[in-house]
């Protein structure tokens, strides 16, 4: 049974940092790519952060480049979003999305919070 799992959302700060977790399991296909996404209510889903398994190439909205990076652990199927310098305009609900073959498999989200 394929599952994305996130973790580790919270209340934060703002200039303050928190780190994601993504957890992939299940899956019958190699996976390939492993991103992260955010929405808030009214608005469409925007990319954040994604890495290419193989080689680890990232790419980055330019709203989080030089604060968000997105590290992996690949035995572990596993993708992290690491971010610093937390901002009002960063609070969402943050969706981790692993990319097969197959398909493109979406987590429940996990809440971002940034407000004093």
């Known amino acids: 049974q394929v599952q994305v799992v996130e973790s580790g959302g919270g209340l934060v700060q703002p200039g303050g940092s928190l780190r994601l977790s993504c957890a992939a399991s299940g899956f019958r296909y190699s996976i390939y790519a492993m991103g992260w996404y955010r929405q808030t209510p009214g608005k469409q889903r925007e990319f954040v952060a994604t890495i290419i398994t193989a080689g680890g190439k990232t790419n980055y909205a330019d709203s989080v480049k030089g604060r968000f990076t997105i590290p992996s652990d690949n035995a572990k199927n596993t993708v992290y979003l690491q971010m610093n310098n937390l901002k009002p305009g960063d609070a969402a609900v943050y969706y981790c999305?692993?990319?097969?073959?197959?398909?493109?498999?979406w987590g429940q989200g996990t809440q971002v919070t940034v407000s004093s």
């Open positions: 999305r692993v990319d097969t073959i197959q398909a493109q498999n």
